[in-house]
């Protein structure tokens, strides 16, 4: 594996770091292959609890490198839809399928896959200087790793079209206050507090959290009745948990409850 994915082993939680600063952490092939291959051994391991996803230098993510891989030559246009399903679009659909809440901290520019890699997260953290932007359009290309499915759902279908229409930049302000992140925060915070929430998240009821993940990505697609069953039924496991049975006594025992679930 390159040095341009790495990995910290943490107390019950990694910190991945695409390490590519040079380029902005701009994503290729091999990359991105790499990245696939954390993803994959993250979820396999048992005392991996909770994921923190952030970028090396001035840079969250800037996207898809425009190299040999995508640049037209003689010999005709590149295969983008080959490239985005073999790749990007799997690194989208891994984030979303882990049984383990993923922070992202976005420490400068997030462009283009970039942006979309850092919205499949479940809680986005953003320095005040950070930027997304959705950079396509100024290639002549259509946003693609999911952009159109995060940017309708959290900020709804005017400004979605607008950003991906325009490519205008929006500070990480703004995306607080329109919903598309958690939160912003001081740059200089940024780290010590993606830390600090994925180090809680990683103590936190596992079984319950990746219940939630399950239940919040089929929400968009059921009925209420549908929601409702799916509901009861992971209210239903969540309860013959062990890691419930502790919430229950530390409860009533006023003090902190000590989740131990494994995934």
């Known amino acids: 594996m390159t040095e341009m994915i790495r990995r910290d082993h943490r107390d019950g939680w990694w910190k991945i770091t695409l390490n590519r600063p040079e380029k902005l952490n701009a994503v290729n092939e091999v990359m991105l292959g790499d990245l696939l291959s954390v993803l994959d051994a993250a979820a396999a391991d048992p005392l991996c609890r909770a994921l923190l996803l952030t970028g090396e230098g001035r840079g969250f993510c800037a996207g898809q490198e425009l190299g040999p891989a995508v640049i037209p030559d003689e010999k005709g246009p590149p295969d983008l839809a080959k490239l985005a399903g073999t790749w990007h679009h799997q690194v989208v659909r891994r984030i979303r399928a882990l049984p383990l809440p993923v922070v992202c901290a976005v ?12 919205l499949a997260c479940d809680v986005v953290l953003a320095a005040r200087s950070a930027q997304f932007v959705q950079a396509f359009v100024k290639i002549g290309l259509v946003p693609d790793s999911g952009a159109s499915f995060f940017l309708t759902r ?62 919040f990505a089929a929400a968009d697609q059921n009925t209420l009745d549908a929601q409702l069953d799916l509901e009861a039924a992971l209210q239903g496991a969540a309860g013959r948990s062990a890691d419930y049975a502790e919430g229950v006594r530390a409860f009533l025992e006023k003090r902190a409850p000590n989740f131990r679930g494994g995934r």
């Open 107 to 118: 420490n400068g520019v997030a462009a283009g896959a970039g942006a979309s890699f850092a």
């Open 154 to 215: 959290a900020i709804g279908e005017a400004r979605a079209r607008a950003l991906a229409m325009l490519g205008d930049t929006l500070d990480a302000g703004r995306a607080e206050a329109w919903g598309l992140i958690w939160k912003a925060v001081d740059d200089a915070a940024l780290v010590e507090e993606a830390e600090k929430l994925t180090a809680s998240l990683a103590c936190g009821p596992t079984e319950a959290l990746a219940a939630m993940k399950r239940m």
